[in-house]
């Protein structure tokens, strides 16, 4: 097994979401250290290093083919700071003049720290999964709570542009949940508050589970709005 290839399920060669202000590609690697009841994305949980279907190059090609109106690359998952291989993935991706948005849970600060020293990563996506002291029972998973506060405090600090994200699940978070929160990120400069995707297969009781309507989205946003820069509604 080469430990330092990043294992990538799956190629997207055209995003207008992914990467605020770009058109960019994405890709999806395995492997993923929680177990949210609403990942969109389980077949990607377990590392799959061997079976991984597109190839490293596969994607260094690509992304030469189309540089020039697709300017960014979204690492995301699973959760991609779990890979050793990261640092030299980015590093190509990068020489060919593009730039990386990582998408992370924030449970690697260290792997993130050192991708800011490197000067390898423009734009960080992390998801806050809870109010920190319900991670986790919402990710059903052993946390390392100290590294997500870490992660916390590094993007806050400035370096690299950023933005905190939320997945709204109802029966799971409801507003106060979100405006704590809010009270934990204030002042940070980008809120995003997403919608579920799909429903989630480690737990049936989330499978007859509706999104929350537009109106109560829309008074959640409202809710927790003041605390930030801007705040934005993904859905
Ligand atoms: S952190 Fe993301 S990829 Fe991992 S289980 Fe949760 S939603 Fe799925």
Same mark, same amino acid.
């Given at each position: 097994?080469?430990?330092?290839?990043?294992? #990538?399920?799956?190629?997207?060669?055209?995003?207008? &979401?992914?990467?605020?202000?770009?058109?960019?590609?994405?890709?999806?690697?395995?492997g993923?250290?929680?177990?949210?009841?609403?990942?969109?994305?389980?077949?990607?949980?377990? %590392?799959?290093?061997?079976?991984?279907?597109?190839? =490293?190059?596969?994607?260094?090609?690509?992304?030469? *083919?189309?540089?020039?109106?697709?300017?960014?690359?979204?690492? $995301?998952?699973?959760?991609?700071?779990?890979?050793?291989?990261?640092?030299?993935?980015?590093?190509?991706?990068?020489?060919?003049?593009? /730039?990386?948005?990582?998408?992370? %849970? $924030?449970? &690697?600060?260290?792997?993130?720290?050192?991708?800011?020293?490197?000067?390898?990563?423009?734009?960080?996506?992390? =998801?806050?999964?809870?109010p920190?002291?319900?991670?986790?029972?919402?990710?059903m998973?052993k946390?390392?709570? /100290?590294?997500? *506060?870490?992660? #916390?405090?590094?993007? @806050? *600090?400035? $370096?690299?542009?950023?933005?905190?994200?939320?997945?709204?699940?109802?029966?799971?978070?409801?507003?106060? /949940?979100?405006?704590?929160?809010?009270?934990?990120?204030? $002042?940070?400069? @980008?809120?995003?508050?997403?919608?579920?995707?799909?429903?989630?297969?480690?737990?049936?009781?989330?499978?007859?589970?509706? *999104?929350?309507?537009? %109106?109560?989205?829309?008074?959640?946003?409202? &809710?927790?709005?003041p605390?930030?820069?801007?705040? =934005?509604? &993904?859905?």
């Amino acid at each position: 097994m080469n430990r330092l290839r990043v294992p #990538i399920a799956r190629l997207l060669k055209l995003s207008l &979401r992914d990467y605020p202000g770009k058109l960019c590609s994405k890709v999806y690697v395995y492997g993923c250290n929680f177990r949210c009841p609403y990942c969109p994305d389980t077949d990607l949980i377990h %590392n799959q290093q061997e079976g991984s279907k597109v190839l =490293e190059s596969d994607v260094y090609d690509h992304l030469y *083919r189309v540089r020039g109106y697709v300017t960014g690359l979204c690492i $995301g998952g699973g959760e991609p700071t779990l890979h050793n291989g990261l640092l030299g993935f980015i590093y190509r991706v990068k020489s060919l003049g593009h /730039d990386v948005k990582l998408d992370t %849970n $924030g449970t &690697r600060y260290k792997r993130i720290e050192k991708l800011m020293e490197e000067r390898l990563i423009d734009y960080v996506s992390m =998801e806050i999964k809870a109010p920190l002291e319900r991670y986790p029972e919402i990710v059903m998973s052993k946390v390392d709570m /100290d590294s997500v *506060r870490q992660s #916390i405090r590094l993007l @806050r *600090r400035g $370096g690299v542009d950023h933005e905190f994200t939320v997945t709204m699940i109802p029966g799971l978070l409801d507003g106060a /949940d979100l405006e704590e929160i809010a009270q934990y990120l204030i $002042g940070s400069k @980008r809120f995003v508050l997403q919608q579920l995707t799909l429903p989630g297969r480690h737990c049936p009781e989330l499978e007859d589970v509706d *999104r929350y309507s537009l %109106n109560e989205v829309r008074a959640f946003r409202d &809710r927790v709005a003041p605390y930030f820069g801007s705040c =934005e509604l &993904r859905i």
